[in-house]
């Protein structure tokens, strides 16, 4: 969802209507997650995907019906639907997506939504997807405190009690709670959480291409160094921050080191990655990294033992850093770096590249 504010804001500030569509059920081998977003203008722009492309013009269709004046729509697209070819829908998987028009700017709970992303506050966004009230939504924050109506107060309340339950939790899931009679509500639960940031200490070359593919990968990326011959915005014109600064000054404060931030030290120079190591093993840093051969980082080790940093801490340094993918060249470091950052993030526990 963050990455359609953009547009949605320039949508809106050209008086154009939109309607969201999300992916609120998967089987088999769906090319979008639960949760994934594609929005759709009144002209037809579009921005975000719900399929990778498989089915985002029939999608578009849809959303375009629904600003036409149609009921929100469940719509499910699969390899044993009638229609799966004709989507291009090939793959072998199936999805089902919620279609609605969504409000926007000025309306309370998109502006919560949107501020509580922009902000990197922790949220929960509930959307009722049967027909007894679909569409409607609820946003829980950590306090308790909620915003919008799913139909009921107990149902509001129940699931308010279930998302704490879950909240930090990692990737949009669904649920059903029993409702008057024998109906229960259908809903979708999407946490809204801060960005995964990528800290890369030492502006070097593997650094440049360690920022691209970050990226892409959907990474907010910070880089920092205190030597502005290297840190500068021609070498790295698409970091999202770029700080000529000693790291021991500026981690943990100006750039917070919390649960969903991974952090790469590639300057080589013990007095650049020393302080900004001593920083991440003292958070709760996600991915610690470190560039150098197995006897660089016995010095490392002992360089951090005698400004007394503890052994476990010390133990969550990945290094050499990166995945073993063989190759050497600025790039093919970067991609080992990220490779190894995407696998930790997801439980993996690969063994770390050979010494560089």
Not at 99 to 112: K, S, T
Not at 186 to 192: A, G, I, K, Q, R
Request: net charge negative.
């Amino acid at each position: 969802m963050r990455s359609l504010l953009p547009d949605l804001h320039d949508w809106a500030s050209s008086g154009k209507r939109f309607a969201l569509a999300t992916v609120v059920r998967t089987w088999g081998s769906s090319p979008r997650p639960l949760g994934s977003h594609l929005a759709v203008a009144e002209d037809g722009a579009m921005s975000g995907s719900v399929s990778g492309g498989c089915v985002e013009g029939a999608v578009v269709e849809e959303g375009l019906a629904v600003l036409g004046g149609a009921e929100p729509k469940l719509l499910e697209y699969g390899v044993d639907d009638e229609t799966a070819w004709s989507v291009g829908l090939s793959c072998g998987g199936s999805l089902e997506v919620l279609v609605r028009e969504l409000p926007g700017p000025g309306d309370r709970l998109f502006d919560e939504v949107a501020a509580t992303l922009e902000e990197r506050r922790l949220a929960v966004r509930v959307v009722r997807l049967d027909e007894g009230g679909r569409g409607r939504e609820l946003l829980i924050w950590p306090s308790g405190e909620t915003l919008g109506d799913l139909g009921s107060p107990r149902l509001n309340q129940r699931t308010a009690l279930f998302a704490l339950q879950t909240l930090g939790h990692a990737g949009a899931q669904r649920k059903s709670f029993p409702t008057a009679g024998d109906r229960s509500a259908e809903l979708l639960f999407e946490p809204l959480q801060p960005p995964e940031r990528l800290v890369i200490v030492g502006a070097v070359h593997a650094a440049m291409s360690l920022v691209r593919l970050a990226r892409e990968m959907g990474f907010e990326t910070v880089v920092v160094d205190p030597r502005a011959a290297f840190a500068t915005e021609e070498r790295f014109p698409e970091a999202d921050r770029l700080l000529v600064a000693w790291p021991g000054e500026v981690l943990g404060t100006e750039v917070p080191l919390d649960e969903s931030t991974s952090l790469a030290t590639l300057s080589h120079d013990p007095k650049i990655d020393l302080p900004a190591l001593e920083a991440a093993l003292a958070s709760p840093c996600r991915y610690v990294g470190a560039l150098g051969s197995s006897r660089t980082h016995a010095k490392r080790v002992k360089a951090l033992e005698e400004r007394g940093v503890a052994a476990e801490a010390i133990a969550r340094i990945h290094s050499p850093i990166g995945l073993d993918l063989g190759g050497r060249r600025a790039e093919e470091i970067a991609l080992s770096v990220i490779a190894e950052v995407v696998a930790v993030r997801h439980g993996g526990g690969a063994a770390s590249g050979r010494g560089r």
